[in-house]
């Protein structure tokens, strides 16, 4: 990911503390403003990454601030298509996903069997993958007003560390399901790589990085047990999400 701060520290320190913010031919970064947000990305790279959700807040101010200024000084910096970026917009989801969907890693599907009013999609779901994974995913997916609720089967592959990925989870969230309610499945502990997790441990995560940031929490956890497989838990998990939508 971007280190944008240190950039910009590096290049105050050039600038003798100016506002001012210049790109140049050995830059590894390509900049684009898109519905007022600036993006970013290496050059070699295909995904663009919304810098809003990957810098604390002050940072992105600070960031965009000086993007900005370098913009209104050097207009032919940006391609056409990014010129007239108030038409390109996020496309409305037009695909035949209800009104409820789930999304996350590889316990996601299980629950999903379970549940008679949630979607899984699957740009939204795979296995092995993060937090962080799904920020971007959500982040790039196409707006969708039309999603109302939003399930969560995530944090169990990042080992409940609660890094910072979960604010821009939420904050995409908002982007691109703005009519959305979260919930959040609790994960499992007790094998794998949360081998030395307890259940204490895991509700805290799931309190502290979802509840807290306004998901509800959906009960019971999948548990102490190995999670791939039918296992009898996500019948009640099941039953539990199709009582609250």
Same mark, same amino acid.
């Given at each position: 990911m971007i280190r944008l701060k240190n950039l910009l520290t590096?290049?105050?320190?050039?600038?003798n503390n100016t506002k001012t913010f210049s790109l140049s031919s050995t830059d590894p970064y390509e900049y684009k403003l898109e519905n007022g947000k600036w993006y970013t990305k290496f050059k #070699?790279?295909?995904?663009?990454l919304n810098m809003k959700n990957h810098l604390e807040n002050d940072d992105y101010?600070?960031?965009s601030g000086l993007l900005n200024a370098y913009l209104e000084k050097n207009p032919d910096i940006i391609s056409g298509s990014d010129k007239e970026s108030d038409k390109d917009k996020k496309k409305t989801e037009k695909s035949d996903v209800s009104g409820n969907i789930i999304?996350?890693?590889s316990? #996601?599907?299980?629950?999903a069997k379970q549940s008679?009013?949630?979607?899984?999609?699957?740009?939204?779901?795979?296995?092995?993958?993060?937090?962080n994974w799904l920020r971007d995913q959500v982040a790039e997916y196409p707006l969708s007003a039309n999603i109302k609720n939003v399930v969560l089967c995530i944090g169990t592959n990042g080992g409940y560390g609660g890094s910072g990925d979960e604010r821009g989870l939420f904050a995409a969230l908002k982007d691109t399901f703005p009519n959305a309610k979260i919930y959040a499945v609790q994960g499992s502990w007790g094998w794998g790589g949360v081998s030395k997790y307890n259940e204490q441990q895991v509700r805290k995560y799931y309190q502290d990085e979802?509840?807290?940031?306004?998901? #509800?929490?959906?009960?019971?956890?999948?548990?102490?047990?190995?999670? +791939?497989? +039918?296992?009898?838990?996500y019948k009640k998990i099941g039953a539990a999400i199709d009582n609250l939508l």
């Open positions: 590096e290049d105050k320190k050039k600038k #070699t790279n295909k995904s663009w101010k600070e960031a999304i996350g890693d316990q #996601t599907p299980y629950v008679s009013k949630v979607k899984m999609v699957s740009a939204l779901q795979q296995g092995g993958k993060g937090v979802y509840a807290s940031r306004g998901a #509800t929490l959906i009960n019971p956890p999948i548990g102490n047990i190995e999670p +791939h497989g +039918h296992k009898p838990v």
